[in-house]
T-cell receptor, first 112, second 112 residues
Framework: ELKVEQNPLFLSMQEGKNYTIYCNYS?????LYWYRQDPGKSLESLFV???NGAVKQEGRLMASLDTKARLSTLHITAAVHDLSATYFC????????????WGAGTKLIIKP | NAGVTQTPKFQVLKTGQSMTLQCAQD?????MYWYRQDPGMGLRLIYY???????DKGEVPNGYNVSRLNKREFSLRLESAAPSQTSVYFC???????????FGDGTRLSIL
């Protein structure tokens, strides 16, 4: 059974600092997604990672995937207040083309 | 350009009442999903429909039924609501291959 763990679950940081959110998963997968959710809002897709060594960047966010370590990271560079949100990773199990298993989310608060 | 539309946005029910949550997408996607989101638990899949005419159980299907009415619409029914079903419900649809799911704005459901 595929399990997905994110850490930390809560992160408070200052603007301008760098930090990394980790997403570990327990069995082989061929696809991993990062989403953002603002309070009381829907989920917005950030990155799709489909192969070992994949790296995607958008603004101050960069995501990477190491399928051998079963680990994805979401790195935040020089954080700004607008990046405050909850970030989720979701992993697709190999035995299903349709299902995703979600991490519990990382609530990120960036203080001015 | 509506994307995924969910109705209603908010609902309060009494224990034992029934209701149907509606979801429609205008992106011509084959796959559609119903999730529930509870604090600290990420998203959990209730049911999904890989294509028109098919539905399958997810992680937490007990107490729910679904109907894939046509390619656009996928409804979720609570036959006899219980307080444990208090949650935020999200509908999503997905393009072919490994593209990310698109989410509606959610239905906030409280059962007293």
């Amino acid at each position: 059974e595929l399990k997905v763990e994110q850490n930390p679950l809560f992160l408070s940081m200052q603007e301008g600092k760098n930090y990394t959110i980790y997403c570990n998963y327990s069995t082989t997968s061929d696809r991993l997604y990062w989403y953002r959710q603002d309070p009381g809002k829907s989920l917005e897709s950030l990155f799709v990672l489909l192969s070992n060594g994949a790296v995607k960047q958008e603004g101050r966010l960069m995501a990477s995937l190491d399928t051998k370590a079963r680990l994805s990271t979401l790195h935040i560079t020089a954080a700004v207040h607008d990046l405050s949100a909850t970030y989720f990773c979701a992993v697709g199990p190999m035995d299903s083309n349709y299902q995703l298993i979600w991490g519990a989310g990382t609530k990120l608060i960036i203080k001015p | 350009n509506a994307g995924v539309t969910q109705t209603p946005k908010f609902q309060v029910l009494k224990t034992g009442q029934s209701m149907t949550l509606q979801c429609a997408q205008d992106m011509n996607h084959n796959s559609m999903y119903w999730y529930r989101q509870d604090p600290g638990m990420g998203l959990r899949l209730i049911y999904y429909s890989a294509s028109e005419g098919t539905t399958d159980k997810g992680e937490v299907p007990n107490g729910y039924n679904v109907s894939r009415l046509n390619k656009r619409e996928f409804s979720l029914r609570l036959e006899s609501a219980a307080p444990s079903q208090t949650s935020v419900y999200f509908c999503a649809s997905r393009p072919p291959s490994s593209q990310p799911q698109h989410f509606g704005d959610g239905t906030r459901l409280s059962i007293l």
